[in-house]
């Protein structure tokens, strides 16, 4: 049940994971740590309030 969940579920992976990858990079660059990264993805499930809260805390 779970290998056959988790093929069917990653076309929905492949396409966030670039998203997810350039969110770290650019957390990390504006001088967050990977923990704030990590805990901002736990709280906000939508990306671009995630890049828009990390643009304005950042700067």
Request: hydrophobic share 55%; charged share 10%.
């Amino acid at each position: 049940m779970f290998k056959k969940d988790l093929i069917s579920n990653m076309p929905i992976v492949i396409g966030y994971f670039p998203v997810v990858v350039t969110f770290g990079i650019n957390t990390v660059a504006l001088g967050f740590s990977p923990f704030e990264a990590i805990l901002s993805s736990m709280l906000i499930f939508a990306e671009a309030s995630q890049f828009v809260l990390i643009s304005t805390m950042g700067s």
